[in-house]
Every structure is written in structure tokens, then in C-alpha cells.
């Protein structure tokens, strides 16, 4: 969802060269509604995986400013070859992107020739490149509705998307036993004991939950459409299963509602330390030394540049068109 930048943030100093080295570079600043208040409310665009892609793709700029963590960087790179794609901080990586090596995946697959890999975006472009198609959890269910019926399907790296996903399709998949380190933390009792403290308050998750969290939710999605559905929904309190940063964002949407985070058990576990790891110090530095850039090889560029396409063409078709 493009936002216009927050009065506050865009007056301070640093925001003032952010926007105006902006202008200079002619740079696109996007930023996943995990990311800080402040680099949200200075962004042209924030939003889920799933639209962060769709906008890398249409952008004119010739600078992609992306605040988020590293495989959604480089997925914007792998859509623009030719432009320079910078993340603030390197080492912005994610759990799941870490459970699968592409050299593990390769040898999986090997033992299957029918195996159709689908890969959650939150994977490396390595692993992107030994893949049929990409998905995020915005479309997971409409990538698999469309995947060949004569194939085996095999999901990485999420096994709690996947069997979501398998939940709401109804097809079978050989899962790749990675998990988001954050939405595990959620457990059943925590979110039960909450439920109780707010009877009337709906509760919303993402898919990344485990089964045991999410058959207690009202509703199962992807950030943005966590969005929507809170808009629509009459409730005036909704408790959110999803990391942190996303209530600055619905908080700004949906004003007057109460939004209640989710409690985990032991610790205050609900901020991803990978997506924390930007800062509005570091888009201004990444901005003004054009550094870190993402570089890819040319041969995986181009090999993972497909099944990217193909997502996005999935995505585009209307919903009752499975094939
Ligand atoms: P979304 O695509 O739903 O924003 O999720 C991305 C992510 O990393 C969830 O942990
Ligand atoms: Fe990865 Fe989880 Fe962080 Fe999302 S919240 S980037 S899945 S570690």
C-alpha cells in the first residue's frame, strides 16, 4: 500500500536528507510492514512480500531502496538486473532462508524427478534458482491451486505454510522442515489465556503460526491482508499473531481500533532481530555510500528471474482460474 510519509518523520533532519536524496537519486524507498515506525513513514511503499515484489517489478527508479531483510532485497534485484539495489543492513537475513541450502535442496530433489519445487519467497536466490515457482504467503494457496496435477509438489522452506497451504487446497506436499523462528514462539496456551482476557476481540495470525495457533484463529493471512481484513472487521479490539512492526501499520489504517499483540510465553519474542536490524541511520548512510548493494551471479539471476515471473503471472489471474 503506497502511504504518504508520515508529517513527523519526513520533517525531522534526517528524514529531510532521506527525501531529498531521494529525489536526487531518483530512488524508490520500499519497506516491509515489519520494519521500524520511522522507515515505514519515510517509504513509498510499504507493504507485504507479496506487493514489495509486485512494485520492485513496475518501478521506474533507478535506485531501489529496499528495507527489509536480504532475500526480499534480492528478489527485487533479480527483477531489475540493472538497477542498483541497496539493503541498510547486510546481515538482515531470516530464519528460514537459513534452514534451506540450496546444495540440501539439490540433493532432495534429486531423489524425485517429479518433484514441482515451490519456494516461499523467504529463501535464497540460489534456492530460487532450483525452483518452478515462488510464492509468498499472500498467494501460496493460488500458486499451489496452479501447480501441475501430474507432479509432486514439494514446498520449501516453510513447513507451517505448507500445511496451511495443503489445509486449504487439499493437495498433498513433501515439506522442507524450516520454520520462522518468530511465529513459533506464539503457543496455544498463551493465545488461549489472551482469547479469555479479550472474549470479544477476533484473532488474526499469520501462516507462519503453527497448526495449534492458527486453528484458534478468526483468520489465517499474509501482512497485507491482515490489513483489509481488519478494516472490514466490526470489532473494535483484534489481537494480532504476526511480528510487531505490523501494528504501526494497522494502527495507521485502521484508526480507533484497539490492536492487541499476541503474548508469546517466555520472552518478548515478537520483533524479528533480522528485520530490526534496519534503522533510519542506516537507509540514510546506505543511501548516501550506495552500499551494501546486492550482487547476484549472472547464471543465478537469470535461472531465479523465472519461477519469480511465474508467480507474479499466477497472481495476476483471476481467482477461479486454476489450471
Ligand atoms: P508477508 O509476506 O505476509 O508480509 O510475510 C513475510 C514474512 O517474513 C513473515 O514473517
Ligand atoms: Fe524471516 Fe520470520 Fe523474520 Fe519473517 S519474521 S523475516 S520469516 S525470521
Known sequence: MTLPSDGTVASSSLGREILALKKRLNAVILAHNY????????????????????QAAMTSA?????????????????????????????????????????????????????????AYINCSAEVKALSDVICTSGNAAKIVRHAPMDRDLLFVPDENLGAWVTEQTGRP??????????????????ITRIRREHPGAPLVAHPECTKAVRMLADEVCSTEKMVTWCRKCPADAIIIATEAGMLHRLKKECPGKLFIPAPTDH???????YMKMNTLEKVLACMQDLRPQIQLPRHVLERARLPIERMLHVSSLPEDNAG
Open 35 to 54: 520494519q521500524v515506525p520511522e522507515i515505514q513513514d519515510v517509504a513509498d511503499f510499504v507493504g507485504d512480500s507479496l506487493g514489495l515484489s509486485q
Open 62 to 118: 533507478d535506485v531501489i531502496v529496499f528495507c527489509g531483510v536480504h532475500f526480499m532485497a534480492e528478489t527485487a534485484k533479480i527483477l531489475n538486473p540493472g538497477k542498483v539495489v541497496v539493503l541498510p543492513d547486510a546481515d538482515a537475513g531470516c530464519s528460514l532462508e537459513e534452514s534451506c541450502p540450496a546444495p540440501r535442496l539439490k540433493v532432495l530433489q534429486d531423489t524425485n524427478p517429479n518433484f514441482y519445487t515451490i
Open 173 to 190: 506436499m513433501t515439506l522442507w522442515k524450516g520454520n520462522c523462528y518468530v511465529h513459533v514462539e506464539w503457543t496455544h496456551a498463551a
Open 267 to 273: 520472552c518478548r519474542c515478537n520483533e524479528c532481530r
